[in-house]
């Protein structure tokens, strides 16, 4: 159904579709190019494996904390949002997009189909799943996942 780099396209035009619905219009747009420990040399392979992994886009706003996320974690795409609620609580939600793994075969499957491979929240009770089911429908409406 959509390549690679149709997946990343979509998923930073649902990153910029969720910063505006959350008023962050500041963008710093910059690259992941260590990886954590991992560093360059380690991010050249990824690259001439994989493809484009090092694109980070950071929408915030001078007026209030938090902010919306587009970027890899090593060559998987992920969405992020986060927040602070009243109570100055974190409210966290990060979506990763990969092919579905086979154990048995030990390697992505080849089909066009795209699955959610990992999410992290923090403060679910307080919007951190709230955020998952929001990024969760961008995904769905744009038909990157099922």
Known sequence: MKTRDELIK??????????????????????????????????????????????????????????????????????????????????FCEVEVDKPFDCELKKHSEDDQWTITQSTLFSPEFGGLEYYNKIKSKLVEYQIIK
């Open 10 to 91: 979509l998923m930073q035009l649902i990153a910029n579709e969720l910063a505006s619905e959350f008023e962050f219009d500041e963008v710093n747009i910059g690259e992941d190019r260590q990886k954590g420990i991992w560093g360059e040399e380690f991010t050249y392979y990824l690259e001439r494996t994989y493809g484009e992994c090092t694109k980070d886009v950071t929408y915030k706003s001078s007026d209030k904390l938090g902010r919306v996320n587009f970027r890899f974690r090593f060559v998987t795409p992920c969405i992020s949002i986060k927040t602070y609620d009243d109570n100055h609580h974190e409210v």
